[in-house]
């Protein structure tokens, strides 16, 4: 367990991950997505220090992935759920993650499959990766409070995750109530695709002044014009604790 957790934290105890898992789930073609091992290389020589996807891109883009730590991304709803660990453990990744939908009426077993998962990655040592959604993705605004998204990520925690990826609340004071109710790291996923980089960088300072552990980051990263400068920016602030200012210099 500790040797893979170096693969994916570095010793500052922060994390940078490229989020690549979108191809296995959304109806389209995803520009940045269409030729994965370009966006790879792209992020990976920019500084990422984990690419998060699915078992196909993770097997046959092995040589682009070679450079930074592989977390895969999987469903406990699938038949294949019992073999995810083994699975990982196939291919070399460094952590699992899956998702989990606190208080979903439609999927009221979202955090009974995570805990399953759980015990099976505990049992592996293998790290595991819970991304809590609190009502999920269509839920309304009462679930997108600071208190709810705190009270979710405790829920992964409690299943057995060894980090946690959520909602980041819009400010640094209102995060802290998330990272103070969560006894493992959090880290903060990507959000919605914005063409602004300053915004993009604010919400990564913020993040980690309120005690996050790291970003995990999708389309606002392979999405970019330029995802291996963006990578770059956001590294500086998390392993060099540089300023906005000082980050948006990586873009140019």
Same mark, same amino acid.
């Given at each position: 367990?500790?040797?893979?957790?170096?693969?994916?934290?570095?010793?500052?105890?922060?994390?940078?991950?490229?989020?690549?898992?979108?191809?296995?789930?959304?109806?389209?073609?995803?520009?940045?997505?269409?030729?994965?091992?370009?966006?790879?290389?792209?992020?990976?020589?920019?500084?990422?220090?984990? =690419?998060?996807?699915?078992?196909?891109?993770?097997?046959?883009?092995?040589?682009?992935?070679?450079?930074?730590?592989?977390?895969?991304?999987?469903?406990?709803?699938?038949?294949?759920?019992?073999?995810? =660990?083994?699975?990982?453990?196939?291919?070399?990744?460094?952590?699992?993650?899956?998702?989990?939908?606190? @208080?979903?009426?439609?999927?009221?077993?979202?955090?009974?499959?995570?805990?399953?998962?759980?015990?099976?990655?505990?049992? @592996?040592?293998?790290?595991?990766?819970?991304?809590?959604?609190?009502?999920?993705?269509?839920?309304?605004?009462?679930?997108?409070?600071?208190?709810?998204?705190?009270?979710?990520?405790?829920?992964?925690?409690?299943?057995?995750?060894?980090?946690?990826?959520?909602?980041?609340?819009?400010?640094?004071?209102?995060?802290?109530?998330?990272?103070?109710?969560?006894? =493992?790291?959090?880290?903060?996923?990507?959000?919605?695709?914005?063409?602004?980089?300053?915004?993009?960088?604010?919400? =990564?300072?913020?993040?980690?002044?309120?005690?996050?552990?790291?970003?995990?980051?999708?389309?606002?990263? @392979?999405?970019?014009?330029?995802?291996?400068?963006?990578?770059?920016?956001?590294?500086?602030?998390?392993?060099?604790?540089?300023?906005?200012?000082?980050?948006?210099?990586?873009?140019?």
């Amino acid at each position: 367990m500790k040797r893979r957790m170096h693969h994916l934290f570095k010793e500052d105890g922060r994390i940078l991950i490229v989020a690549m898992d979108h191809a296995g789930f959304v109806d389209t073609p995803m520009p940045g997505m269409i030729h994965p091992g370009e966006t790879i290389r792209k992020v990976v020589a920019g500084g990422a220090d984990v =690419v998060m996807t699915t078992f196909g891109t993770a097997t046959k883009f092995t040589e682009e992935l070679a450079g930074c730590g592989l977390i895969l991304s999987a469903s406990t709803e699938s038949p294949m759920g019992e073999y995810i =660990v083994e699975a990982a453990l196939s291919i070399g990744a460094d952590g699992v993650k899956t998702m989990a939908y606190p @208080w979903l009426a439609s999927d009221p077993n979202s955090a009974v499959n995570a805990l399953r998962l759980g015990a099976e990655c505990h049992k @592996w040592g293998m790290p595991y990766l819970v991304e809590t959604i609190p009502g999920g993705f269509m839920g309304g605004a009462e679930f997108k409070t600071p208190e709810k998204i705190a009270a979710g990520a405790r829920i992964g925690a409690e299943c057995g995750a060894d980090f946690v990826k959520t909602f980041y609340t819009g400010d640094p004071e209102s995060f802290r109530i998330v990272v103070e109710n969560c006894p =493992v790291p959090v880290v903060i996923l990507g959000g919605s695709k914005t063409n602004n980089d300053r915004e993009i960088l604010d919400v =990564v300072k913020g993040a980690i002044e309120a005690g996050a552990s790291g970003v995990a980051m999708g389309r606002n990263i @392979w999405q970019h014009q330029h995802p291996d400068k963006l990578v770059a920016a956001i590294a500086s602030i998390l392993h060099e604790n540089a300023t906005v200012d000082q980050a948006l210099k990586k873009l140019g």
